[in-house]
């Protein structure tokens, strides 16, 4: 595992983060997912000592929602080898927002990767080709023990692979601003949460039918918040979808316009060579009818002929302009 990569970085939301912690606190055990979201580059401007403006490029990877499988081996078998028709099953029509995968091991340490998980991570980057794969999102999630208190703490890590090795990449996570947790804000690394046993686990036990979906066994506002994501997601990108059509159209109707202005010109240039071809026609008409008013004014013309002797003779030779 390297450093993290400045110019990449990660961002989600607080709600997505904590509904997906959520979540994975109320699993029976091990547990992994899915993150769907979108990738964009972001352009920033860094201004010097001298006053010289540069500017940087930065990627950014959103997320937007997750999907829990709720087990381990869910879409692969105990060696990592993926099996697609499981992966296809589980996504369903979310396949296409793909951009990465989580894994929530308990009891683990959060920057010690396994190899089974690197060959996953790179069977996941073959299959979903259509993203780069240093896009490729691996979120790694444990609850760990805290000395001298008895609340776990959830820890995570985003991961990318580059070459052969796993590098950490930057989270930010957004819409905490307000908050009173004055520690979920300053660390944003990791979550405090209660711990599973005591009077809060009596209440959310006897809470649990209204709490937790009795069909896959997630937690109804979880459920509901992803549903919210979900449909919010499917808004905007209709909107994206019409906005590139109507954009299309603009561009379709710009260049039926330019090839119309095109005919236009060549029309124009024929005509102007048809009126000067009809102009250059009718000067020459003119000229030879001014040729013959003068023939008809002047007739015959006659000159005389010298003698061969060099005496004068009296034979001229009458000169006629015959004008066909």
């Not at 929602?65 to 078998?77: E, I, P």
């Not at 080709?129 to 490729?136: G, P, R, S, V």
């Not at 060099?310 to 034979?315: I, Q």
Request: glycine letters at 6%; aromatic letters at 6%.
């Amino acid at each position: 595992m390297t450093t993290s990569d400045d110019t990449r970085s990660v961002r989600i939301s607080g709600v997505t983060l904590s509904s997906l912690l959520f979540q994975l606190q109320n699993c029976d055990g091990d547990s992994e997912g899915f993150l769907l979201g979108g990738s964009f580059s972001v352009e920033l401007g860094a201004i010097s000592d001298s006053q010289e403006q540069g500017k940087k490029e930065k990627k950014q990877t959103c997320i937007q929602s997750t999907v829990n499988c709720g087990k381990k081996y869910s879409f692969y078998d105990c060696y990592g080898s993926l099996i697609v028709e499981d992966v296809r099953s589980v996504l369903k029509s979310d396949l296409q927002y793909v951009i990465g995968w989580f894994s929530y091991r308990r009891g683990c340490s959060k920057h010690l990767t396994s190899l089974r998980e690197k060959a996953i991570h790179q069977s996941l980057q073959q299959l979903f080709a259509h993203i780069d794969k240093e896009d490729f999102l691996f979120l790694l999630l444990s609850d760990e023990a805290v000395y001298n208190t008895a609340i776990p703490s959830i820890e995570y890590v985003f991961y990318q692979l580059s070459d052969t090795a796993f590098q950490t990449v930057h989270v930010e996570v957004v819409n905490l601003l307000s908050t009173t947790q004055s520690l979920y804000h300053l660390v944003p690394s990791s979550l405090v949460l209660p711990s599973n046993t005591g009077l809060f686990n009596t209440v959310v036990n006897d809470s649990r039918d209204q709490l937790i979906s009795r069909v896959d066994g997630v937690p109804q506002e979880a459920k509901n918040m992803q549903s919210l994501f979900r449909a919010v997601l499917n808004r905007m990108q209709s909107l994206e979808e019409c906005v590139t059509k109507g954009n299309e159209t603009v561009e379709q109707l710009a260049e039926e316009v330019a090839v119309l202005k095109h005919e236009k010109h060549q029309r124009e240039l024929k005509l102007i060579g048809q009126a000067t071809t009809a102009a250059t026609s009718t000067s020459n008409d003119d000229s030879l009818v001014d040729l013959l008013l003068i023939a008809d004014k002047t007739g015959p013309q006659t000159v005389k002929q010298p003698s061969l002797t060099g005496e004068d003779t009296d034979d001229t030779v009458v000169l006629s302009q015959d004008i066909a």
